[in-house]
């Protein structure tokens, strides 16, 4: 079993639908929880990051997060055709040092919204 | 702009030849990240430094490739005798104190003829 998955998609709705993505983690050591967006030929862009269950809200993206269930989700809402990328989910642990913690990644999915 | 930079962009290599990458954290951030995404592959971890040390290198293959992050200048991922299985895009990342998130640079996508 992967630590992290994360179905890759493709996801396609049209504008101002309401997008959720998900993954799910086996690792019980992750303890931070990120959701990347990731547009072609650019860098990794950090939307959310949380390190504790619940929900986290900015602006139209909401992140959850529920430990007992090893579940993450991202959701977007009212989409707009300019967040078309691709969105990883992201987890890190703390390491032996205190402060080290390295991210495991999901494949990541490939979202399009429609005009 | 103050982000992560990462230079060259895009670098072509034959293969048997040295690659070396480049990466200046965000200001004021001692902790940096490298990862290498392959095609169709999700971001892998390869090695964690901090200023002269480093820290985690799980990630990194064995041979041929090293990291270091010295007390001046940006950060070196450097691969030697380069073969086509290397070609990928990696990207660094950095965070600056305990339980900050890590920011990602636009990476240096790898070619190897």
């Known amino acids: 079993q992967k630590e992290v998955e994360q179905d890759p998609g493709p996801l396609s709705v049209p504008e101002g639908a309401i997008v959720s993505l998900n993954c799910t983690y086996s690792?019980?050591?992750?303890?931070?929880f990120m959701w990347y967006r990731q547009y072609s030929r650019k860098g990794p862009e950090l939307l959310m990051y949380?390190?504790?269950?619940g929900n986290k809200e900015d602006g139209r993206f909401t992140a959850q997060v529920d430990k007992s269930s090893k579940y993450i989700s991202l959701f977007i809402r009212d989409s707009q055709p300019s967040d078309s990328a691709t969105y990883l989910c992201?987890?890190?642990?703390?390491?032996?040092?205190?402060?080290?913690?390295?991210?495991?990644f999901g494949k990541g999915t490939l979202l399009t919204v429609n005009p | 702009n103050a982000g992560v930079m990462q230079n060259p962009r895009h670098l072509v290599r034959r293969r048997g030849q040295e690659a070396r990458l480049r990466c200046s954290p965000m200001?004021?951030?001692?902790?940096v990240y490298w990862y290498r995404q392959l095609p169709e592959e999700g971001l892998k971890f390869m090695v964690y430094?901090?200023?002269?040390?480093?820290?985690?290198e799980s990630g990194m293959p064995k041979e041929r490739f090293s990291a270091e992050f010295p007390k001046e200048g940006p950060s070196i991922l450097r691969i030697q005798q380069v073969v086509r299985g290397d070609s990928a895009a990696y990207f660094c990342?950095?965070?600056?104190?305990?339980?900050?998130?890590?920011?990602f640079g636009d990476g240096t996508r790898l070619s190897i003829l």
């Open positions: 200001k004021g951030h001692s902790h």
């Open positions: 430094l901090q200023k002269e040390n480093i820290i985690d």
């Open positions: 690792n019980s050591a992750f303890q931070y």
């Open positions: 992201a987890m890190g642990g703390m390491g032996s040092g205190g402060s080290n913690y390295k991210l495991t």
């Open positions: 990342a950095s965070r600056g104190g305990i339980n900050q998130p890590q920011h």
């Open positions: 949380t390190y504790s269950s």
